[in-house]
């Protein structure tokens, strides 16, 4: 099993990776493909199958050569059982769905799951920005906001495998906007992709003109991406950095609660804004984070950076944790 390679898979609402990954986080191959969670949990098993199957072969292997995979699903987690207790993203279908037996019957190959984020987490912590720290913590901004906990170098998973949900945690109450779970004035309506896209269309709705719309029909998908976000900022689109300034705002005010509560070394923030902006987008939060301590002393100690894998910090992640696991 020593001498055997190790899959990563992350498992997104809007795309799936899976990758070879060697000892060094070095990827020997990577598939991808559209999730389609409508398609319902059994169509995208299937296509999850494929893009694995698709992976071993680009990297010129059999299923026998491959020691485990290890998957990064969006929600809480039963990583004991390998189970995925909620999935908001993907469907209702996949609430209590046992996602690594499922996989273990069609391939033939141990299988852990675990959330999405924290395995980002863990790939950050063991090949990327977190080498060398013991505690530390990292938020992923996409289509939601997630985050992974890491304390004295170990995972953190929660009592009822929820740590890390820092998407949900409440920074303003009485702001009237209610996230999927309910649940006013969280992190993710404010600071994700799909806030700064709610912002935007109804800033575009009161009057107020705005590149985005227009950039997203372009661009053929239907939503905002990082990469629309990106061209409208260099197109200097008002509407556009006011989304942007709420997010690092609110993301800022979430980065010093977690630092006043647990004290880590180091915050990652990472996803596909980070990646195309990289400090651009961290700096703001970093300021807003530093003017938030309630411990002053020596607190640029603690560091806020940019993920160092940018997307490859899920797959990578899974893998060092089914290597570990399994």
Request: glycine share 14%; charged share 20%.
């Amino acid at each position: 099993m020593g001498k055997k390679l190790f899959i990563g898979v992350d498992l997104g609402g809007m795309s799936m990776r899976a990758a070879v990954v060697d000892r060094d986080g070095k990827l020997l191959a990577m598939d991808k493909r559209k999730t389609r969670p409508e398609l319902g949990a059994e169509g995208v098993v299937s296509r999850l199958v494929k893009t694995i199957r698709n992976t071993v072969k680009g990297a010129g292997l059999k299923l026998r050569d491959i020691g485990g995979i290890g998957v990064g699903v969006p929600g809480p987690i039963d990583a004991e059982k390998g189970i995925v207790r909620v999935a908001v993203n993907l469907g209702k279908e996949w609430t209590n769905f046992p996602l690594a037996s499922t996989l273990e019957d069609e391939l033939a190959v141990p299988v852990c799951v675990d959330n999405d984020v924290r395995v980002g987490a863990m790939g950050e912590f063991t090949h990327g920005a977190g080498q060398g720290v013991n505690d530390m913590i990292a938020i992923f901004v996409g289509t939601g906001v997630g985050g992974g906990i890491i304390l004295n170098g170990q995972l953190r998973g929660g009592f009822r495998g929820g740590a890390g949900e820092v998407g949900h945690t409440v920074v303003a109450a009485d702001n009237g906007i209610i996230g999927k779970t309910g649940q006013p004035g969280t992190v993710e309506p404010l600071a994700s992709r799909t806030g700064m896209e709610r912002f935007v269309r109804e800033a575009v709705a009161a009057g107020r003109a705005s590149i985005v719309p227009e950039l997203i029909e372009s661009a053929g998908s239907g939503r905002l991406t990082s990469s629309v976000i990106v061209e409208a900022l260099k197109k200097n689109d008002d509407v556009m950095k006011e989304a942007i300034a709420i997010a690092q705002r609110t993301l800022g005010l979430l980065a010093a609660n977690l630092v006043n509560i647990l004290d880590p070394e180091m915050i990652v923030i990472g996803g596909g804004v980070t990646e195309r902006l990289g400090d651009r987008f961290v700096a703001p939060i970093r300021q807003l984070a530093y003017a938030n301590f309630i411990n002053k002393q020596n607190a640029r100690a603690v560091k806020i950076v940019p993920a160092a894998l940018k997307d490859a910090s899920g797959v990578v992640g899974a893998a060092v944790l089914a290597r570990q696991k399994l």
